[in-house]
């Protein structure tokens, strides 16, 4: 049976992960949230004590478990949620997404997951490099202050230690990895819907993009009237 797939990639604090789910419950589709599996990854990493600036020491993830059960990821058994927001994993989780086997390692995952199930995928490298036929492909930005102003709401409602300003640095150093690493660099596709949120709620957003997959799945005018 073909599964179906919406792609959604772009910066840190875009916005990505709100709307992806919330498209995702609207289609009743599976969301998959790539950037916390190289989130727990760098947590485990920190945990097992392994070199993070090593890319020959994540071997543990051929031993480890990576499942979502409604968008939330558990690892091993274990829910993710809190523990991978930490300011310790967020800064050094650019690092460890820029080893060539921990991209490989997950890529072939996420791969695994679209393949059973009909997802809504947000990332860096989802639409040019883990779904590259993704039925709809959206690179989703904004400006670096909406963007740190977002993710501080976003880390206050979760109880999280939060200073704007440190925010805007952190952004700024994570766009700059993200987007200049040699392997599998945050790009937007060349058939990728760019939308700019800066000035969009989140709503908004959710609206647009489910409505351009809905026309995508079944272009309008295109609907069979029966009889
Ligand atoms: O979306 P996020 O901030 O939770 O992502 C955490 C980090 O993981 C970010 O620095 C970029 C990286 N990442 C990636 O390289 N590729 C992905 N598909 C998703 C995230």
């Known amino acids: 049976m073909k599964r179906h797939a919406l792609a959604i990639d772009g ?3 875009a916005g990505k992960s709100s709307v992806a789910k919330m498209v995702a419950k609207r289609l009743h589709y599976t969301y998959i949230d790539t950037g916390a599996m190289y ?9 097992l004590g392994v070199d993070l600036q090593d890319p020959e020491a994540f071997g543990f993830l051929d031993d480890t478990m990576m499942e979502f059960h409604d968008g939330i990821l558990f ?9 991978i927001r930490s300011n310790q994993v967020s800064n050094h989780v650019s690092v460890v997404a820029s080893h060539i086997p921990v991209r490989n390692k997950l890529v072939l995952l996420q791969q695994k997951i679209s393949k059973n199930h009909n997802v809504v995928m947000d990332g860096r490298d989802i639409g040019t490099v883990v779904l590259p036929h993704a039925d709809l492909k959206i690179f989703m930005t904004a400006s670096v202050e909406e963007r740190a102003r977002r993710r501080h709401e976003e880390n206050q409602s979760l109880g ?3 200073d704007y300003h440190q925010l805007i640095d952190e952004i700024k150093r994570r766009d700059q990895i993200d987007s200049t690493r040699i392997y599998n660099p945050l790009r937007q596709a060349e058939d990728a819907v760019f939308l700019d949120t800066s000035d969009m709620d989140i709503h908004e957003v959710a609206d647009k993009i489910y409505e351009m997959f809905a ?3 079944q272009p309008k005018g295109s609907e069979r009237t029966n009889g």
């Open 160 to 162: 999280i230690p939060s």
């Open 39 to 47: 989130r727990a990854t760098t947590y485990k990493a920190i945990v």
């Open 11 to 13: 910066p840190a604090g």
């Open 215 to 217: 026309n995508v799945l």
């Open 75 to 83: 690892v091993d058994g274990e829910e993710m949620t809190q523990k």
